[in-house]
């Protein structure tokens, strides 16, 4: 949940210096931004330094980080016309190899401490940025594709769901030992449109990657599946295949339990309660853990971490998370 980005100042440093996708594309530096909050923090897994617009890069798309707005496509995809510029062949490991010789190198440098997680952005949500050409408050532009060119929306989302099944794959050769599946414009959708457009992109990632893995003779790795916001189909997501379903802060711990069947759970502390203070950031945690339980459970936010958190009050989210979950097992084995 981008626990390395952004509000470390040791990143801080790192950013001034490098341009955003040159350090994704340089193993030695996501290496050492990876490592950067697990060195700080009593991390209980590290998550790959990169970005889910990797790949639209390697399908072709010009994808540039501008400073104050986020990633951009100078020359998005508009028409299906323009699907003709996607590159549909490519070879990930090839392009896209630099990620796994970090994924490699991070896996060293761990020596074990920690599991590390590789990652990809969702067909939908990558759909969305490519034709939204960066973060949209609306999605109006790729949802249109939904209702106006559903044909070629499907065969967008199919390009995408080929490749990333590919990209998950190769990370998990490269060394990651679980892999999570953002979809984070699902907020976007409603049932109907999730279900068609969606879901089935999802499914096909979980059963594809599974499949690749057995044929190669390579053990399988944990998935965890995060629609954000996407609460309308939690019975859904916990059906399709994913050992784990991340939720939003949106959705109550008691709901999501009672709505899935047979999953872990991983939340979903609103990431803004890092503002509150240590000790009610502490109590927060409690509530929270309380309300999951603490099995089957992998304590987290519901998003990821700004800009302007303190690193001292995700410390406290850290601790609060371990303190208080000893002690709840604790408690539960002497009653038992
Ligand atoms: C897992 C991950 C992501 N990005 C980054 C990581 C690496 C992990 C980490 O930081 O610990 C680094 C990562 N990616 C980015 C940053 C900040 C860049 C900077 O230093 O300026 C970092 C640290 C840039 C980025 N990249 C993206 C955005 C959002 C844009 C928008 O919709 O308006 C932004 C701001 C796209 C993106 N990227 C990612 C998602 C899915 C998770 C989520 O919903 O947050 C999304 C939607 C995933």
């Given at each position: 949940m981008r626990q390395a980005g952004r509000y470390l100042p040791e990143f801080k440093a790192m950013r001034a210096e490098h341009?955003?996708?040159?350090?994704?594309?340089?193993?030695?530096?996501?290496?050492?931004?990876?490592?950067?909050?697990?060195?700080?923090?009593?991390?209980?897994?590290?998550?790959i330094f990169s970005d889910i617009l990797v790949i639209p890069q390697a399908l072709g798309l010009e994808v540039i980080m501008v400073p104050g707005k986020g990633p951009t496509f100078p020359d998005p995809i508009n028409t299906p016309e323009d699907l003709k510029r996607l590159?549909?062949?490519?070879?990930?490991?090839?392009?896209?190899?630099?990620?796994?010789?970090?994924?490699?190198?991070?896996?060293?440098?761990?020596?074990?401490?920690?599991?590390?997680?590789?990652?990809a952005g969702a067909p939908w949500t990558l759909m969305g940025y490519c034709i939204e050409g960066g973060g949209s408050p609306t999605h109006a532009k790729s949802k249109r594709w939904?209702?106006?060119?559903?044909?070629?929306?499907?065969?967008?989302?199919?390009?995408l769901t080929r490749v990333i099944i590919d990209y998950l794959i190769q990370?998990?050769?490269?060394?990651?030992?679980?892999?999570?599946?953002?979809?984070?414009n699902a907020e976007r959708l409603g049932y109907d449109t999730f279900m068609t457009f969606a879901l089935p992109y999802l499914q096909q990632i979980a059963s594809g990657v599974k499949e690749g893995l057995k044929q190669k003779g390579v053990q399988l790795v944990p998935m965890i599946v995060f629609a954000k916001g996407a609460n309308y189909a939690l019975k859904e997501l916990s059906e399709i295949g994913y050992d784990v379903v991340q939720l939003s802060w949106t959705v109550r711990p008691e709901q999501a339990r009672h709505e899935t069947t047979d999953v872990t759970l991983q939340g979903n502390l609103d990431p803004c309660a890092m503002y509150a203070s240590p000790d009610r950031i502490g109590e927060l945690v409690l509530q929270m853990l309380k309300e999951f339980g603490t099995q089957k459970l992998i304590a987290n936010l519901g998003h990821g971490v700004y800009p302007d958190f303190n690193p001292d009050h995700v410390k406290a989210f850290i601790d609060a998370v371990h303190h208080h979950s000893e002690q709840l097992n604790s408690l539960s084995e002497d009653n038992s």
């Open positions: 341009d955003f996708f040159k350090v994704c594309q340089t193993p030695e530096l996501a290496c050492e931004i990876t490592l950067q909050p697990i060195r700080r923090f009593e991390l209980d897994a590290a998550i590159n549909e062949s490519v070879d990930v490991s090839t392009s896209l190899k630099y990620v796994f010789d970090a994924i490699t190198l991070t896996r060293h440098k761990l020596e074990g401490k920690v599991p590390l997680i590789g990652f939904l209702y106006a060119h559903p044909e070629e929306s499907h065969r967008f989302l199919s390009i990370q998990v050769l490269a060394g990651a030992q679980l892999l999570q599946v953002f979809d984070s």
